[in-house]
């Protein structure tokens, strides 16, 4: 291979500071754009017959989920082969975690195990927070709870900046199972500081802890879906999340489909270009109607399929590649 295939071409000037990715929360819109530059040169790398740059040749990266997962899981380990770093997946409930081993001692096994990134995924908010006060490695969270998932907020964000290269002043609206949603929290950080007004639409009892404090950046809320998708150039609707839902939050399913369901005629009030984002899995026939979710306005298919780009993006920055 020619050696200027074998490094991802970013044209940028430098601005990464992250040793770690725990939230969007401390990024700006500087390096939110370096992530799309970076994701671009990976996306030349995946058009490529062999995807395949030995950038992280000699690099270990451990992904420790405690949680199931499909996309986030396999997207690392993709974006980690392609750039040729080592990757082992830990699977918590087969491991020494299923005999009583703490976080704090699985990761310190890690660590001495060689680990130079480790993606966790775990189902209490603050869990890679406490890790990256343990260890050495850079810590990418990939889902803690009901807190944060930036990795997918970027990865919606670079699908969303494909479309629309000028991000700023877009309507983008969130529907659905907000409290319980890490995804729409990253959303809201990464949406807001790329200029995105946003609004949110769910019954009252699934509305984010933290709203009008300093939690979350502001935003606008609207319970009556019709209004809140007028002019919308963005879409998320978001997984009604049975496992974590506490009983009373809402009425009943029916209901929820009957007033919260992203059907096309109430995608019709949204922009005729606005784009419909699902991060995963989806309950169709539940917050998105089949032919929402398979029409031609949805991006689903290209959120999942930008994950892996953006995932190499991430990986690379926080081996300090783009200084190089
Ligand atoms: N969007 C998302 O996090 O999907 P997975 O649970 O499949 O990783």
Known sequence: MRATQT???????????HHHILDLDDFTREEIELVFQTTRAMKEIL????????????????????????????SFELAAKYLSADVVNLNASVSSVAKGESLIDTLGTLQALGADIIVIRHPHSGAPYIAARHIEASIVNAGDGWHAHPTQALLDLYTLYEHKANLNGLKAVIIGDIMHSRVARSNIWGLTTMGIGVTLCCPPTLLPIGLGE??????????????????????????????????????????????????????????????VFHPGPVNEGVEISPTVAHGPQSVIKEQVANGVAVRMALLYLLTGGHKQ
């Open 47 to 74: 058009s490529r017959p062999i995807k395949r740059v030995p950038t992280l040749r000699g690099k270990t990266i451990v992904t420790l989920f405690y949680e199931p997962s499909t996309r986030t899981r396999l």
């Open 7 to 17: 490094k991802p071409k970013v044209e940028t000037t430098p601005t990464w500071r």
């Open 214 to 275: 300093e939690q979350l950046p502001p935003v606008k809320i609207e319970p009556n879906i019709e209004l809140a998708l007028d002019g919308a150039d963005m879409v998320m609707t978001l997984r009604l999340q049975l496992e974590r839902q506490k009983s009373g939050l809402l009425p009943s399913i029916r209901e929820y489909i009957n007033l919260y369901q992203l059907t096309e005629a109430r995608l019709a009030r949204a922009k005729p270009d606005a784009l």
